[in-house]
């Protein structure tokens, strides 16, 4: 299983961005998706988090401006629609998935290799 993210880029302070996520290999089920990022000097820091049922959770400074959601015609995909993007948005966003495997059906963990958002004039 391999999560690969995309959508990252240079934008300005009030601008918007949507990062995808895509949940490659053979899935037996997942059971959360979620959107964390990191900062230099900080520590990785959860940003939105989304479970099938279609609950979801958001950190307290993106709340408002940033909506996580799953793509209707893959439910291996989600997106982070970012709006009115601030300086201190900028980071390395990553993917994250708690999910089953096919093939070793062992729940656990996958991370992305994360994508760069900097927003800035």
């Known amino acids: 299983v391999q999560l690969v993210e995309s959508g990252g880029a240079l934008v300005q302070p009030g601008g918007s961005l949507k990062l995808s996520c895509a949940a490659s290999?053979?899935?037996?089920?997942?059971?959360?998706m979620a959107w964390y990022r990191q900062a230099p000097g900080k520590q990785r820091e959860l940003v939105a988090h989304?479970?099938?049922?279609?609950?979801?959770?958001y950190a307290d400074s993106v709340k408002g401006r940033f909506t996580i959601s799953r793509d209707n015609n893959n439910k291996n995909t989600v997106f982070l629609q970012m709006t009115s993007l601030k300086p201190e948005d900028t980071a390395l966003y990553y993917c994250?998935?708690?999910?089953?495997?096919?093939?070793?059906?062992?729940?656990?963990?996958?991370w992305g290799q994360g994508t760069q958002v900097t927003v800035s004039s």
């Open positions: 994250y998935a708690d999910l089953r495997p096919m093939q070793t059906m062992t729940r656990a963990e996958y």
């Open positions: 290999g053979n899935i037996h089920s997942i059971y959360a």
């Open positions: 989304l479970i099938p049922s279609g609950s979801t959770n």
